[in-house]
C-alpha cells in the first residue's frame, strides 16, 4: 500500500496501565507500607496516587496528581496514623484526569466515615449513575467508583457490610475492591477475576491485599493466596479474616497482565510473570523464526520474550537498544512530530552493534505502529541490514472495557489493517505476531483467559458497545 494512502491513526497514548490497589490491617506502620506497596506498583499507573488511614476514632486522606514519591514524604506519611491503610495509583480509564478523580474516593455518611480504591471499570456504570441522579444523587467526580459510595449511602440495611454486598451486587464488569471505614477494612474480587488481588500477612498478625506480589517482596509480606473470584474479605481487629462467597465464580482472567502490565517478577494468577514472557518468545520463534543476527527486545517490555525467542531459535540476544528512564510525560502539543521525538528520547539504538547486521526486534504489543515504525526506522538509520518485527501478543484488534486504557477499536491499527500491510507501514522487512492458540498454550490453558481485546469476545457486554 502507498504510504499516503495509509490512514494515519491518531490518538493520545498506546496501552495504558489501568490501576494498583493495596490495603494494609492491623499494622502500626500501615501508611508507610501502603506507601512502599503502592511505589513497587508504580507501573500501574502514574497519573495520580493517594492513601486513606484510620486510627480507629476518624479516617485521613492524602491524594494528588503525581507519582508515589512526588505526593508524600515523611512529613505527609506522619499524618496519615493509624494501623489501616488503603491506597491506589491511577492511570484513567474512567473519568477524568484531574485531582477531584483521584482515588481513594472518601466520603462522610450516616454511619460514618468510608474510603474505596478501585482497579477495574463497572461496565453498566452510566445506567447506575443516571438512577442515582435521578434519585438526587449529586456526584463530585466522573469516576465509576464514586457510583458505590452512593448506592452504600442510599442503601436501607443497616450495617456496613450489608450495604457494601448490596452495593456490589448493583455493578457489573471488573473491580478489584478494597473499602475502609474507621475499624475495618473490606477486600472484594469480581466474579470473572478480571484483575488481580492477593491476600498477604504482614509482620506477626497484620494482613496486606495488593493488585500484585511484587509489593509483598518489598515490605517483607508473606504471600497467602489470591483473593478468589467473587468472594470478600472481611478484616476485624483480634480476628483472622473472613470470608464470604457473595458470587458465583465464573473466572475469566485479563491475559494482557501477563503480557504487558504485571511487573516481571510478580506472581499473578497463581503464575510468574516472567516465566510465561519467556514461554510467549520461546513459542513465537517456533511460529515465526526468520533467518538473522541477533534479537533485540524493545526495553522493557519485550526483553523476557527476546529472550525466549533467542534460546529456542539459537540466534544471539543483545541489549542493542538503551532505554532512559527518566523519560516523563510531555505536555507539548501531542503532534505527530513530538511524539517521533518522543520515542527517540526514550529509545537509543548502538549503531556499532547494529550496523550491517539483520536483526529481529521484539516487542510485545502493538496498538497504533506509530511507536513501532519509529523503532524500525531508528533500526535502521543505525546501520541494521534487515529489520523484522515479532509481537509476543496477538493483533490488539478490540477495546477493553474492564478496566485497561485502550484506544476505540477504530484507532487500533490492527483492527483497520491486515499485518503485510502494518509491515508496510511501519517499514518493517516482515511482521509476525504470536497467534492467539499460541499465547493461550504459553500461558497454559488450565485457567480460564479474557481475551476480549484480542478477539472481541466480551465476557461482560459493556454498555454502549
Keep these: 500500500m502507498e504510504k499516503n494512502h495509509f490512514k494515519e491513526i491518531e490518538v493520545n497514548r498506546e496501552i495504558n496501565e489501568e490501576c494498583a490497589v493495596v490495603g494494609v490491617f492491623n499494622n502500626s506502620d500501615a501508611s508507610k507500607l501502603a506507601y512502599f506497596s503502592l511505589f513497587s506498583m508504580q507501573h500501574r499507573g502514574q497519573e495520580a496516587c493517594g492513601i486513606s488511614s484510620s486510627d480507629g476514632n476518624r479516617m485521613h486522606t492524602i491524594k494528588d496528581r503525581g507519582l508515589v514519591t512526588g505526593v508524600f514524604d515523611d512529613n505527609k506519611i506522619a499524618t496519615l496514623c493509624g494501623d489501616i491503610a488503603i491506597g491506589h495509583t491511577r492511570y484513567s480509564t474512567a473519568g477524568d484526569d484531574s485531582i477531584l478523580d483521584a482515588q481513594p474516593v472518601y466520603a462522610r455518611y450516616d454511619l460514618g466515615e468510608m474510603a474505596i480504591v478501585h482497579n477495574g471499570n463497572f461496565t453498566n456504570a452510566k445506567s447506575v449513575r443516571d438512577k442515582l441522579i435521578k434519585k438526587g444523587a449529586i456526584f463530585q467526580t466522573h469516576m465509576d467508583t464514586e457510583n458505590l459510595i452512593h448506592l452504600i449511602a442510599k442503601s436501607d440495611k443497616d450495617a456496613l457490610l450489608d450495604r457494601i454486598i448490596d452495593g456490589v451486587q448493583k455493578v457489573e464488569g471488573a473491580y478489584s475492591l478494597l473499602f475502609s471505614n474507621e475499624s475495618q477494612m473490606f477486600a472484594i474480587r469480581d466474579p470473572h477475576g478480571f484483575r488481580p488481588l492477593s491476600l498477604g500477612r504482614v509482620g506477626e498478625d497484620g494482613y496486606i491485599v495488593a493488585s500484585e506480589t511484587c509489593a509483598f517482596d518489598l515490605v517483607g509480606a508473606k504471600f497467602i493466596r ?47 510473570v516472567y516465566s510465561l514472557r519467556k514461554e510467549m518468545g520461546r513459542t513465537l520463534a517456533k511460529e515465526s523464526y526468520v533467518e538473522a543476527d541477533m534479537v533485540i527486545p524493545v526495553p522493557d517490555g519485550g526483553v523476557p520474550a527476546a529472550l525466549g525467542y533467542a534460546e529456542e531459535s539459537g540466534i544471539p540476544f543483545n541489549m542493542a537498544i538503551v532505554r532512559n528512564h527518566y523519560v516523563g510525560r510531555t505536555f507539548i502539543e501531542p503532534t505527530q512530530e513530538i511524539r517521533d521525538l518522543k520515542v527517540k528520547m526514550k529509545l537509543s539504538p548502538m549503531s556499532e552493534v547494529i550496523s550491517g547486521k539483520r536483526v529481529i526486534i521484539i516487542d510485545d504489543s502493538i496498538v497504533r505502529g506509530t511507536t513501532s515504525r519509529q523503532i524500525v526506522r531508528m533500526l535502521k538509520e543505525a546501520g541494521a541490514k534487515e529489520v523484522h518485527m515479532r509481537v509476543s501478543s496477538p493483533q490488539i484488534t478490540h477495546s477493553c472495557y474492564y478496566g485497561v486504557d485502550t484506544p476505540e477499536k477504530e484507532k487500533l491499527i490492527a483492527h483497520n489493517y491486515d499485518t503485510p500491510t502494518i509491515a508496510n507501514y511501519i517499514e518493517a522487512d516482515s511482521l509476525e505476531y504470536l497467534s492467539l492458540d499460541g499465547l493461550l498454550n504459553s500461558c497454559g490453558r488450565d485457567l480460564n483467559y479474557c481475551t476480549s481485546c484480542f478477539d472481541g469476545n466480551y465476557v461482560v457486554e459493556p454498555e454502549n458497545s
Design 226 to 272: 489470591d483473593v478468589r473470584p467473587g468472594e470478600l474479605l472481611i478484616f476485624e481487629k483480634g480476628k483472622a479474616p473472613k470470608s464470604m462467597q457473595i458470587a458465583e465464580p465464573t473466572p475469566n482472567h485479563c491475559i494482557f497482565e501477563y503480557v504487558y502490565f504485571s511487573r516481571p517478577d510478580s506472581t499473578v494468577f497463581g503464575k510468574n
